[in-house]
């Protein structure tokens, strides 16, 4: 069946811009989590959806990064007034009920501040 | 708070050699281990997990790990290396109620021809 998928593929933008992030998990899962990789930090958790429930922010690094599910599935990651520091790879997962600590990772979605 | 510490940024094998990624954790409550793969441009891929149960877990491609609590380790073997096994690993633990996964900084294998 399909995994994970996350668009765009690459992003790149000019310092000061605001970009969303998109990631589509898979059909069913009820946990949807996003994670940071980058050159200096690694792999870094930022936020985790279940269900109906308030989201775990407690990775997200500044005020400037939000997201949204919407309806259960889609999750939108927003990144405002971006910095050079906000370079890195943008990972989504998501997992089932059944198995919440099995986690099934999207492709990724460079990002690039320029 | 859980840790993951990987020891060896970068390990190089022989085609065929046995192939060892070291991992180490720290967690106040019982862990949740799992080792992913992620090929070059690609997402990360679960190559086997540890929760409860038997200590030694199989995972996909010929890898297993074996939880030994006493050494706070989860290390990474896989009897014959192959060409296709190049790619970074990544340790992570999480604990029950708190889905979210602690990395380490991960270990990129090199296969030798």
């Known amino acids: 069946g399909a995994g994970v998928s996350q668009s765009p593929s690459n992003k790149v933008t000019e310092k000061g811009k605001d970009v969303e992030l998109r990631c589509d998990p898979i059909?069913?899962?009820?946990?949807l989590y996003w994670y940071r990789q980058s050159l200096g930090q690694g792999l870094e958790f930022l936020i985790y959806?279940?269900?109906?429930?308030?989201?775990?922010k407690s990775g997200l690094p500044s005020d400037r990064f939000s997201a949204e599910r919407t309806g259960g599935s889609v999750s939108t990651l927003t990144i405002q007034r971006t910095q050079q520091e906000d370079s890195a790879v943008y990972l989504c997962?998501?997992?089932?009920?059944?198995?919440?600590?099995?986690?099934?990772f999207g492709p990724g979605t460079r990002l690039t501040v320029l | 708070a859980q840790s993951v510490t990987q020891l060896g940024s970068h390990v190089s094998v022989s085609e065929g050699a046995l192939v060892l990624l070291r991992c180490n954790y720290s967690?106040?409550?019982?862990?949740?281990l799992f080792w992913y793969v992620q090929y070059p441009n690609q997402g990360l891929q679960l190559l086997l997990k540890?929760?409860?149960?038997?200590?030694l877990v199989k995972g996909i491609n010929g890898f297993e790990a074996e939880f030994k609590k006493s050494e706070t380790s989860f290390h990474l073997t896989k009897p014959s290396a192959h060409m296709s096994d190049a790619a970074e690993y990544f340790c992570?633990?999480?604990?029950?109620?708190?889905?979210?996964?602690?990395f380490g900084q991960g270990t990129r294998l090199t296969i030798n021809p």
């Open positions: 540890y929760t409860t149960g038997a200590t």
């Open positions: 997962a998501s997992s089932s009920m059944a198995s919440l600590n099995e986690q099934f």
């Open positions: 992570a633990v999480s604990v029950q109620g708190a889905q979210k996964l602690v």
């Open positions: 059909s069913g899962h009820t946990a």
């Open positions: 959806f279940q269900g109906n429930s308030a989201p775990d």
């Open positions: 967690s106040s409550v019982p862990p949740y």
